[in-house]
């Protein structure tokens, strides 16, 4: 007993002693912790001040880059400034100070006219000079910049802005030359400090020097002004010191930090290092041994850290050199690395105390620890037989079961004989999967009962010890019911699934099935209404178009709102003018709203930003329909549209629009159910007003795609207020976002004749006839073709202004047909006019060079707006991809299968009208004879512009041949002429087919 206190109490102290190695250790870890800690934290602060220093680095590169694109852009086009600012030129003799305007600082101007020529030849620069006096006032104050500039043989000098006026009458002794080199010396080149020289015409900092304006240390950026590929203006901007000396100030004992080259020099400093501390650190020699992708780290260099980063994007080469050294990680972590230290040393008199005392108390009686284990495992083993699911304990290195429940035993003798057991099914899976555990999620195994029913088990399986042994303790539940249901879920998925996409395809069919005959119906109503027309024939055919429209609003309706259900709707985030657009809404409603004797007015709140984030598309329908609604319930009184912010104190506050009328208002119960779909106030306002209960329900969805929501506030008899609220951010910089246009550009105005040539291609003929009378009403002469291919022809005999083609047509479609049109150089504006156009088609339109898309029916408003867009508006030739060289090489398959089904059809006609005409015209009626004449030119004309057009000069030309032949009368060598073409043709498109 004795021997066994003996081995226990020394077993004690060699505890003690390890646990106190363990704690020295620890200390010491988180010694060295803290001390990389704070060394990662200088790093920190390099990295934050580096990417200060290269902000406001780039800030005024940026702003010297864009100052010279600016005037060498600029340049060519500069005229002769003003007579009364040359006379002042001349009469100072090339000495000078001016000013553009009173809010704008005075600007000194130097010619040297020894050198540099009369004072004429000077003229560019004095506008040149006139352009800086208005950007030196925006360099002082936005920048804290001066800015300096010469022509390259330096006998010209522009500087501002001037801190006094009266700088010329203080150096009346010194010549212009001199001068000019006061103000503008030859700074050396940046590779003078080791740096690689910038590309030509690109910004370059210059060591800092005194500015020669406020005499005050500054950095210099200079950057030469470019045009025809020779330099015509130095520019240089000045910058004071203060501008990086902030961020080169220190807080901490014995650290410094400075911008140097990569050879050493010293450019910039807060706090300059001592002579020793830099005879000790020789930078040059540290930046030539270390590598660059180490310089950004700490590197130990005669025990100092020191770190570089690159702070410039102009080549330059600086460096931004953080240093410091021991004394400044002891005098910042000192205190925190004693408090460690003490902690381990009381930590080390807590271990040795409790190890005392557990001396004195640990040991119990082992016949009391038996009897606890032996209890432990009877509970267990009372556990594993009781559990309701199923257990069993197994060995990992045979298999054997050890211990198992009654659920097993079951589940075990209720399967069919296999090759393996059940249990054996489970250590094949553990093995399978080799892990340390698959106790989650589990995993699924498949057994077949002897009923020959299918069963899922979910098995999870954990590794332990049983007396002395690895083994396998594993758990499984039945989840065959569950499997079941997931099964039928993914089913009804799939169905669900599949019957929305029958949906959509079915409502793309009916778009453009119902679209193309109300295109022409409305069309043509349209047009019928221009006519003279009798009261009754009025009043009639105004019946016709209420019900057509009425029509046109029910089914955009629906097929929206079946976008919106089938989560194909998108939301665009684009800047746009909101008050624009409820005003646009208005002047829509105020023929319909004076009609019923009602005002309708809109107010805007002016806190409104001019411009916000959004979908204006949806917008503007979300307000049609509230104010349709509102002027079709309101039989007297006003409509009011007010447009404002939610809470005018916040910054980010959501806009409201609200629609208030004094109509029939709802009850409680009305507006219940006043959002759901198809549903109405009450049965009677479908008789009395007519609607489908969709406009609101889709002003709903809307407002919800658009993270807004929608509300309703209304009285019985006194009328209803629709409230939208909808979280648009303003746009930050609308301008800029806004797509760039012109002002100056012509626009396609049919009243003035801008637009006299269009170009229709539509293969339904109620179609094609309705554009060409549209377009005729607006002033254009259009010219109709029912095919491609035929369209592709008249090009070689005209040019369109515009172009207006379907997009599903047999043979050649609009979508070939324009990347046709863009791959042979046509940059007239493409307009597709068809019943539908998914996202799809609006990407492959893009891609193919189609501006915009008119989506029947197309009123002639709609055309009016399309034709008064800008002509510009085309898009680049670069952006349209798969652009193909005609002239040349394999023809597309969309150009090629066109082409010769054409050249096919014309052969077949050309020949029975041959078989149809008399040898001599005596022989038969002139007309007939003139009719197969026309059919033939016609034909041969085709032929020959869409040869011509693929640049097969030869076939083009045996066309003309022909058609000389014809105009001749000579059948019979005509007829000769076409088999000698058909074989000609025939050869040159088997030859460029791809």
């Avoid at 200088?42 to 590169?61: G, K, N």
């Avoid at 094949?428 to 029913?453: C, K, M, N, W, Y």
């Amino acid at each position: 007993m004795k021997l066994l206190s003996r081995h226990q109490r020394s077993l004690l102290h060699v505890g003690g002693i390890v646990t106190t190695l363990i704690l020295a250790a620890v200390t010491a870890v988180v010694i060295h912790s803290q001390i990389k800690d704070y060394i990662a934290e200088r790093h920190a602060d390099q990295t934050s001040r580096r990417i200060a220093l290269q902000a406001a680095f780039a800030v005024r590169e940026g702003a010297m880059r864009i100052t010279t694109a600016q005037e060498e852009y600029a340049w060519e086009s500069r005229q002769k400034p003003a007579t009364e600012l040359i006379g002042r030129f001349s009469q100072n003799k090339g000495r000078m100070t001016m000013q553009r305007s009173a809010n704008s600082p005075h600007v000194l101007i130097l010619a040297d006219t020894v050198r540099g020529g009369s004072l004429e030849s000077f003229a560019p620069y004095l506008e040149l000079a006139d352009e800086v006096s208005h950007q030196a006032g925006t360099f002082a104050r936005a920048l804290t910049a001066s800015i300096y500039f010469s022509n390259p043989d330096r006998t010209f000098l522009g500087a501002g802005p001037l801190p006094d006026s009266n700088l010329l009458a203080k150096h009346t002794n010194e010549s212009t030359a001199t001068l000019i080199q006061r103000f503008m010396p030859d700074h050396p080149s940046p590779t003078a400090n080791g740096s690689p020289q910038p590309a030509l015409g690109g910004p370059a900092w210059l060591p800092v020097a005194n500015d020669p304006l406020t005499g005050r240390p500054s950095l210099l950026l200079r950057q030469l002004a470019i045009a025809d590929e020779q330099p015509f203006a130095v520019f240089i901007a000045s910058y004071p010191v203060d501008l990086v000396t902030p961020s080169l100030n220190s807080t901490q004992n014995d650290e410094f930090w400075l911008i140097a080259s990569p050879r050493g020099e010293l450019f910039l400093g807060a706090q300059q290092p001592n002579a020793d501390a830099l005879a000790r650190f020789p930078i040059h020699h540290w930046a030539a041994v270390t590598p660059a992708e180490k310089r950004d780290r700490f590197e130990e260099v005669d025990g100092r850290f020191v770190a570089a980063d690159p702070i410039s994007t102009a080549n330059t080469g600086w460096y931004l050199i953080h240093s410091f050294s021991w004394r400044t990680i002891i005098t910042a972590l000192w205190r925190t690395l004693l408090a460690y230290i003490a902690a381990m040393l009381l930590a080390i008199g807590f271990v040795w105390t409790v190890l005392l005392l557990i001396e004195r108390k640990v040991f119990r009686p082992g016949y009391v620890r038996s009897e606890r284990i032996i209890e432990s495992e009877n509970l267990n083993r009372t556990m594993v037989e009781t559990a309701p699911f199923g257990q069993v304990l197994i060995s990992s290195a045979n298999g054997e079961i050890l211990l198992q429940n009654s659920v097993m035993a079951s589940y075990a003798d209720a399967r069919i004989d296999s090759k393996r057991a059940l249990h054996l099914e489970f250590l094949h899976a553990f093995r399978v999967h080799d892990v340390q555990t698959i106790a989650s999620p589990g995993v699924e195994l498949s057994i077949q009962t002897h009923d020959g029913a299918d069963c899922s088990l979910l098995v999870s399986i954990v590794p332990s010890k049983y007396q002395g042994s690895d083994v396998l303790l594993c758990n499984f539940i039945d989840i065959t019911l569950r499997k079941k249901v997931e099964q039928e879920l993914e089913t009804a998925r799939a169905a669900s699934q599949a019957a929305n996409e029958a949906k959509s395809t079915f409502l793309a069919i009916m778009s453009h099935e119902i679209r193309t005959p109300l295109n022409a119906i409305l069309g043509n109503l349209e047009l019928l209404e221009r006519t003279t027309l009798t009261s009754e024939q009025t009043n009639r055919l105004q019946a016709v178009t209420s019900s057509s429209s009425a029509l046109l609003d029910i089914i955009n309706d629906i097929l929206d709102f079946s976008k919106v259900e089938s989560g194909q709707m998108t939301i665009e985030s684009i800047p746009f003018d909101l008050k624009q657009v409820a005003l646009q809404c208005i002047e829509m409603f105020l023929p319909m709203a004076h009609a019923k004797g009602l005002e309708i007015n809109l107010v805007v709140s002016d806190g409104l930003q001019p411009r916000y984030l959004g979908d204006p598309t949806r917008i503007r329908q979300v307000i049609f329909n509230l104010v349709s609604n509102a002027i079709k319930f309101t039989e007297a009184g006003d409509v009011l549209v007010e447009v404002y912010l939610q809470d005018e104190d916040v910054d980010d506050s959501a806009i409201v629009i609200g629609v208030s009328d004094t109509g029939i208002g709802m009850s409680a119960a009305q507006q219940a159910a006043l959002f759901t779909t198809f549903s109405q106030a009450d049965s009677s306002i479908a008789r009395r007003y007519g609607g489908t209960g969709l406009g609101l329900a889709l002003c709903k969805r809307l407002a919800e795609l658009m993270q807004g929501d929608i509300q309703v506030i209304s009285t019985p008899r006194k009328g209803s207020t629709f409230m939208v609220t909808l979280p648009l951010q303003p746009a930050a910089d609308a301008d800029a976002a806004l797509p760039h246009q012109d002002k100056t550009v012509a626009r396609l105005d049919p009243a003035q004749g801008a637009a006299q040539r269009v170009l229709v291609v539509d293969d339904h003929p109620a179609n094609r006839k309705l554009l060409q009378l549209q377009l005729e009403t607006l002033g254009c002469t259009a010219s109709a073709f029912e095919d491609c291919v035929a369209a592709i022809a008249s090009f070689s005999s005209q040019n369109y202004d515009l172009i207006l083609t379907d997009l599903n047509m047999p043979g050649m479609d609009g979508f070939a047909f324009s990347r046709y049109l863009r791959g042979r150089g046509v940059t007239a504006p493409i307009i597709a006019v068809t019943a539908h156009a998914s996202d799809r088609d609006r990407s492959r339109g893009e891609e193919a060079g189609i501006n915009s898309i008119l989506i029947k029916p197309v009123l002639l408003e709609a055309l009016r707006a399309r034709l008064a867009e800008p002509a510009s508006a085309v898009l680049p030739l670069r952006s349209v991809r798969g652009q193909v060289d005609i002239a040349r090489g394999a023809l597309p398959p969309e150009v090629h299968g066109p082409l010769l089904s054409s050249l096919e059809e014309s052969l077949i006609a050309i020949k029975q009208t041959l078989q149809l005409q008399p040898d001599s015209a005596n022989d038969a009626p002139a007309t007939t004879h003139e009719f197969g004449t026309d059919v033939i030119g016609r034909h041969l004309h085709s032929l020959r512009g869409a040869f011509a057009f693929i640049h097969e000069t030869a076939i083009a030309e045996r066309c003309e041949a022909m058609e000389r032949l014809l105009e001749q009368g000579d059948r019979s060598q005509l007829h000769q002429s076409l088999l000698e073409f058909e074989s000609a043709a025939n050869a040159v498109l088997s030859r460029r087919r791809q």
